[in-house]
């Protein structure tokens, strides 16, 4: 510039494309001519960042996710030595699952959170304190390690020398202590990302040399995009949190509950399938009398005594049993069996006599009680939807295998707790169906079984099947569908199976005909 404040008349030329002096209208503003900017240098021109920008409009806007769909899957817990999915489903929104060839995998990491006590501290020399652990820590050099509840050594440490037991940290001796320590280390670096039609996903299994129960992992995914129309979109990327558990001990127990249940069964028979069941106090019939005891209930019986009265009967069991009130046995050490033959009817008193019309109304008790048991009536629909109950309905699926989204089953009157759902092939399946997959909820944000698994090929033949289980709740007119995809309209033949239980008393899933 010149001294008077003006710039000097070169540098009102039209300057050459991409000059290289630094006069402002040349190099500063720039030549509409210069090349638009692909990577940041302190020689590029304003008009050339311009350029760069208009180019990438495009794929700038579709940053805020108007075009696809991204949907990631939640995986809260998972167990050692068992493998788990972790998933991101990518939908076009007008052409549907994005085909592999156009996405771009990305990458993910892993790494598990740890931590436990601290036995002690120790002097090492040189500005190093050896730390020593109850139970393997699993890091390794170089680590970041948090210290808390301690007096002197509390902070984030980065760590050297390890040991299963031990490692050093860089601080001032002072004296020993115990403490709580906890970190971050990185079990799985950075791996490519497998992909599919409309999804990208991982399957990892989770090995006992590396975790152990009450660790915390984190999958984090990155560098994921896809390809639509040219242009490139950058879908929303989360990490995947959750803790480690061991479901072994549970599974155990489990399975002692079903071996008890079942010869429970075989004692009295299975009463899931009849109606009309009472409780046990009502079919006992013991009177409505405050802390009383069953034994004491039943001396207590208010039905019209032996003798006629309509009084409560205050006597021994043996005395109710006995037939005439003229207590010829000892019912403290008799057996059931001598009191039995001494309480029987003789042909002098007629039964009619004695009992009542009471007679009747046992036997049909009896008879009641022993339908319910034996499965000649069928147990109440109350009771089926009752809390905790498990319910199973299926459905079968005849519509066209290009038919789209199809309602399987409505969650009616309240709110239904939804355990597994399994797809299953009572033929072979048409070629015209590429995908089926099951979602649930509002505007299907529940996905169950995925286009990664509900494919053709995985049902081509009669009873291949592909199943899921886990837990989701599904609110009162929340609904299940499948969604049929597919290059022609032949129909399907497949079933759905929905094992599920009731949150509240009288929920269930009133299944559709498809």
Known sequence: MSGDGEFPPKSRKVPAP?????????????????????????????????????????????????????????????????????????????????????????????????NGAIDSFADAGAGQITVTVPVAHGFSNGDTVEISGTTNYDGQHVIANVAALTFEI??????????????????????????DTGLVYLDYYFEDTDWQTDDTFKVTPSGTSVSIGGHTYYPAEVSWLGAIQDISTIEGKIDIIDAEVGLIQADIGDPSSRTNLQNLEDILGNPDTAGKTTYEAVKNIRETAIDGSSVPVEN????????????????????????????????????????????????????????????T????????????????????????????????????????????????ADAAQTADMTTCAVEGGTGQVVEFIGTGDAIQANLDAADKQVSWYGSVRLDATKTIAIDLQGTGATAVDLTVTIEYIACVDGGYVAPEVV
Not at 334 to 363: P, Q, R, W, Y
Request: hydrophobic residues 40%.
């Open 18 to 114: 991409d000059a290289v002096r630094n006069f402002f209208e040349e190099e500063v503003i720039g030549n509409k001519t210069d090349a638009a900017v692909t990577t940041v240098a302190v020689t590029k021109s304003i008009m050339a960042y311009l350029k760069g920008a208009l180019n990438n409009t495009n794929t700038i806007v579709t940053l805020l996710g108007q075009v696809i769909d991204v949907h990631q899957n939640v995986v809260g817990w998972c167990d050692v030595d068992n493998a788990a999915r972790f998933e991101i489903s990518l939908i076009d929104k007008d052409t549907g699952p994005i085909p592999s060839g156009n996405i771009t995998s990305g990458n993910y990491v892993i790494n598990r959170y740890r």
């Open 170 to 195: 860089t601080d001032t001796w002072v004296a020993t202590e115990t403490g709580t320590w906890g970190g971050w280390h990185e079990i799985v670096g950075t791996t490519t990302l497998s992909k």
């Open 316 to 375: 021994t069991l043996s005395d109710i049993l006995h037939k005439d009130g003229s207590y010829t046995y000892d019912n403290t050490t008799d057996s059931l069996e001598a009191i039995s033959n001494k309480t029987a009817l003789d042909a002098t008193v007629a039964k009619e006599a004695t009992l009542g019309t009471h007679d009747t109304d046992i036997k049909a008790l009896v008879n009641t009680n022993q339908d319910l048991l034996d499965g």
């Open 377 to 424: 009536t069928a147990t109440p629909t109350a009771y089926r939807m009752e809390v905790g109950v498990t319910q199973v309905k299926e459905v079968s699926i005849v519509a066209a295998a290009n038919a789209g989204v199809t309602t399987v089953g409505t969650i009616t009157s309240h709110p239904c707790l939804i355990k597994s759902v399994v797809i299953h």
